[in-house]
Structure formats: C-alpha cells, structure tokens
C-alpha cells in the first residue's frame, strides 16, 4: 500500500458501501439522468462558485500540511515546485531548511490546486436528516435522489477510467 493510498483511503467499507446517500440536484441534472449523460464537475468549475472549495481545511486548520510530509518524497516535491506560481517557487527555494519550515503551507497549496484541475467530485449527502441547506440551494426547481455508494460504483463500472474512491466529509 503506497503512502497516499494509506493517508487517503476508501472509507466505504463493505457496510457502509450499503448506506442510504443523497444527492440534490437541480431539475435540469436530474434530467440530463434521465437522459443518461452526467456531468461530475472538477474541483477547479466548482471553485468558480466558491472559491474555498477544497481549501477550507488548508486555510483552516494551523499546521495542516504536516499530514502531507509522508507522501511528499524529494521527486514530488519538485514537481511541484515546477507547479508553483513564480511568487511562491521564490518563496519555498530562499526558505528551505529554515527552522520552523515555513515552506510545508506552499507545497499543500500546490498540491490542492493540481488536484483540483485533474479531479472531479460529486457530493452526495449521507444522514438520515434531510439536509436543509441542500433544498435551500436546489429546492425551489430540484429533486433529491437516493442511492447508495455500491450502486454509484455499479452504474460508472466500465464508464470512467481509474477509480472512483469515496470517503466521507465531516
């Protein structure tokens, strides 16, 4: 098992894979459904309308990127100095190795915004409550659909390359 694959596993276990989730959508997504064409948005579209998407924990939680050190080996960590914007390669090159390493913040960032622009995300909402915020955005012309993760997997199965993992968001 590599180091990224142990940080960030599929959390849907064989029980869970089971559990009842929700998807609200809008009228017209429902119906492209229907229709049998899906739209799964990469994180970078979703950004457009809220640009802390995917960035909440990062700018959140003091000393987050810490938990990225395991899987940040020397050839990963040039590649994605090679990703920084000029400003921040300037940065990270003057302060390596400095104590404390102020450096860790700007890898992460990098990080995010890579996976942003090559992974797609598709929310669902797994409670046994409704969620009010969700029909507050999709209520007035949407639906809400109920599934669960083993199905989710059964329909893309064959449809998408690589994999569709899962897990949780508290």
Same mark, same amino acid.
């Given at each position: 098992?590599?180091?990224?694959?142990?940080?960030?596993?599929?959390?849907?276990?064989?029980?869970?894979?089971?559990?009842?989730? /929700?998807?609200?959508?809008? $009228?017209? %997504?429902?119906?492209?459904? =229907?229709?049998? !064409?899906?739209?799964?948005?990469?994180?970078?579209?979703?950004?457009?309308?809220?640009?802390?998407?995917?960035?909440?924990?990062?700018?959140?939680?003091?000393?987050?990127?810490?938990?990225?050190?395991?899987?940040?080996?020397?050839?990963?960590?040039?590649?994605?100095?090679?990703?920084?914007?000029?400003?921040?390669?300037?940065?990270?090159?003057?302060?390596?190795?400095?104590?404390?390493?102020? /450096?860790?913040?700007?890898? $992460?960032? %990098?990080?995010?915004?890579? =996976?942003?622009? !090559?992974?797609?995300?598709?929310?669902?909402?797994?409670?046994?409550?409704?969620?009010?915020?969700?029909?507050?955005?999709?209520?007035?012309?949407?639906?809400?659909?109920?599934?669960?993760?083993?199905?989710?997997?059964?329909?893309?199965?064959?449809?998408?390359?690589?994999?569709?993992?899962?897990?949780?968001?508290?």
């Amino acid at each position: 098992m590599s180091a990224f694959s142990s940080l960030f596993p599929d959390l849907f276990n064989s029980t869970a894979d089971k559990d009842a989730i /929700t998807r609200y959508m809008r $009228l017209t %997504t429902f119906l492209m459904l =229907l229709e049998g !064409r899906l739209f799964v948005p990469t994180l970078v579209t979703l950004r457009k309308g809220d640009p802390l998407e995917s960035n909440i924990p990062a700018t959140t939680y003091f000393g987050f990127e810490t938990y990225f050190d395991p899987v940040l080996d020397n050839a990963t960590r040039a590649w994605l100095v090679a990703k920084m914007p000029k400003w921040r390669q300037d940065y990270v090159l003057l302060n390596q190795g400095s104590l404390p390493d102020f /450096t860790g913040k700007h890898y $992460l960032r %990098t990080w995010i915004d890579e =996976l942003a622009r !090559r992974r797609c995300i598709w929310c669902w909402y797994g409670s046994t409550v409704e969620s009010m915020a969700q029909w507050k955005i999709y209520g007035d012309a949407g639906v809400a659909v109920e599934s669960t993760p083993a199905r989710i997997r059964e329909a893309l199965n064959g449809k998408i390359r690589g994999t569709t993992p899962m897990g949780r968001v508290w």
